[in-house]
T-cell receptor
């Protein structure tokens, strides 16, 4: 398996524009997570899905952020409109379901977003 | 309020010596703990984990120790190698929540000096 695949790797956009980040999780993984990494806050969970259903979106900072998972192999994180403070590295990660209830998350390489 | 804390932003260690990275947590419901390593421009990669029913887990040069009463865990790397230079993140999850979601510390940047 190629691992978690994110696109694009880098995105530079102007304030006010819509930004869409994409993620393909590892095949067979039931859980998908979107994280954001900033210097100030570190790695913070934005939202996660179980079997394509959003379970907890309490980490989504504002209504400008939305995420979807239309099928088991694809998810998007959208920011509309984007603002300079959204500049960060966004990671997608996936985890398998295990009998123990614990599993490590496998991360993609991230999308570095710069909003100017 | 940070539930997982890594109080040392950086650490420098001589090659061949032991590296000790520390992590504290506040949520007593956490029962699974992980360490991730991150190189620049890459995503975090899983390194080692420990369940709350254990106090030690070893994998090659990497050992994680868990002290539940102190809500403290540490990662030991011995011997340290230049390729270990990276940012190390401590993470924790709560089995009871059944969510698999991880709460991360802010990371410690380890520099192993040749």
């Amino acid at each position: 398996d190629a691992g978690v695949i994110q696109s694009p790797r880098h995105e530079v956009t102007e304030m006010g524009q819509e930004v869409t980040l994409r993620c393909k999780p590892i095949s067979g993984h039931d859980y998908l997570f979107w994280y954001r990494q900033t210097m100030m806050r570190g790695l913070e969970l934005l939202i996660y899905f179980n079997n394509n259903v959003p379970i907890d979106d309490s980490g989504m900072p504002e209504d400008r952020f939305s995420a979807k998972m239309p099928n088991a192999s694809f998810s998007t994180l959208k920011i509309q409109p984007s603002e300079p403070r959204d500049s960060a590295v966004y990671f997608c990660a996936s985890s398998p379901h295990t009998g123990t209830g614990n599993a490590e998350a496998f991360f993609g390489q991230g999308t570095r977003l710069t909003v100017v | 309020d940070q539930q997982v804390k890594q109080n040392s932003p950086s650490l420098s260690v001589q090659e061949g010596r032991i590296s000790i990275l520390n992590c504290d947590y506040t949520n007593s419901m956490f029962d699974y703990f992980l360490w991730y390593k991150k190189y620049p421009a890459e995503g975090p990669t899983f390194l080692i984990s420990i369940s709350s029913i254990k106090d030690k887990n070893e994998d090659g040069r990497f050992t994680v120790f868990l002290n539940k009463s102190a809500k403290h865990l540490s990662l030991h790397i011995v011997p340290s190698q230049p390729g270990d230079s990276a940012v190390y993140f401590c993470a924790a999850s709560e089995r009871g929540a059944g969510s698999y979601q991880l709460t991360f510390g802010k990371g410690t940047k380890l520099s192993v000096i040749p």
